[in-house]
């Protein structure tokens, strides 16, 4: 293109000018381009044909050996038979819930789930389809809009491990003159969603009634496992390493007192992901209200009433963030000088969050335009929790490895006296040392209830210390 005087082309258009038409030229051209072009649809994702639930839990309380379930013989403090929900509950031992479900049964199936000898279980466990839920029903004369006249007394929340209460702690509420409001604020705290076994219409499940056998204090569910049924797709097969085993339990000791800094110190529990604590106690103020006290080891102030729970790796790497949790490297955590100083008694739980594992059969396709449309699909879930008597095991011990397990039969004896009227024999926990035990259980199983129900079982225990203490009859055998 020849030039021209004046510093012009010979499109008789100035250099600028030309310059930005063509710039804009070509940029509507790309605009054109990507608009013509079409956006890659999302990869279409089909539920599988069979979901296959197992929850695998390690509880531990100090001072309690791990029996099987049903071994204690303590029908009536919580022990009886092997059940579905254990996992959830704080009951020494080992449990797995499973739950599975298949497209081809919606209403249920009943399967066979084949386990490694090591579990004490082999075979093979059966899946029972869960029994439809009843509903509660209702009671003459009861109005279901009216709450129940709230006690005199305060809620305390502290949070934070440390030899002092942070600044700004604790928060109060008073539960005769809050509002629905604040006890909503007060109360707001992180919780997983549900995302695995669960005993509804439509799965089949493990334990049942067929099934109430327990796992050993050194049962393993690492190795082969395999599932079959009506509906339930050919080739449903598995294996679990040792990360998807029962998790060691934890070895928590305890050194200070409830009216001091109370320390406590745990071993790195093995393929731990992250760990967190709380602790609940009540006793009685100096105006003559009842207090209750709320502490976690959280940095920020969440109780942690649904923390205690399985936890997706996503929920524990966003709550290890916030610092929520206390990461897996952490094996101290001191409770700040008199929290607990006024109560009367307080419980603790901790909980060592284990990994998760996800497996679908056939995997999903790199390609998406290629439908997933898996046959089945697996999630195994870990977690190993303790619950202790705050500042109870004050020294060494904690919950270190359980002491060697009394006969059954001695077992049996001690919690069913043949007399109602007769306290157990010499060397047995009398009721009341059971029932402080488990009492401090239902306690901590309260957290992840509503708060009333929390209330209601703390005023509950510690209306019944103030009991008054009767002699057995002179002819009580000893």
Known sequence: MSRV??????????????????????????AAGALGQTSPAAQVVKPP??????DVATHSMPGMPVLPAGGFG???????????GHTRGMMPGRYA???????????GTEGTQTVPAASGLAPSVPLLPAAREASRPGVAGEDPTTLPELPRGRLLLYWGCGDEARPGQPRVLDFSRAKPEEWGQFMQGRAPRERGAVDRSGNAVWPNERDRRSFGAS????????????GVPAGLKFALAPAQDFMPA?????????SDVLRLAWQ????????????MGGGDAADGATEMVLWSSAELPDPGMGLIDYASPANVAQWLKERVLLAPSTTACAVPKGVFAKTQGAMLRMIAYGPELNLAHPPRPADPKIAWEPEWAVRVRTKSTTMAQLGASAGRGGSRAAAPAAPAAAIAGAAAPARPDCPPPDG????????????????GGGFGRVLGGAVGGLLGALGGKSEEKKEPPADCPR
Do not use: C
């Open 219 to 230: 049962a393993s569910l690492a190795g082969e496992h395999a599932v079959a049924g009506e």
């Open 97 to 107: 819930d499973i739950a599975l479900h298949t497209q081809r049964k919606p209403a």
């Open 250 to 258: 934890i070895a928590l000791e305890q050194t200070g007192s409830r």
């Open 74 to 84: 303590l029908g009536a403090l919580g022990g009886g038979n092997n059940a579905f």
């Open 428 to 443: 047995a926990p009398s009721a009341a040392q059971a029932g402080a035990e488990v009492g401090g259980a239902t306690i």
């Open 268 to 279: 790195p529990v093995a393929h731990a992901q992250a760990y967190f604590i709380n602790a």
């Open 5 to 30: 005087g004046n510093g012009r082309w010979g499109s008789g258009l100035p250099r600028s000018r030309v310059a930005r038409g063509v710039a804009v030229v070509s940029l509507l051209t790309a």
């Open 49 to 54: 044909v069979a979901q296959l639930w197992m």
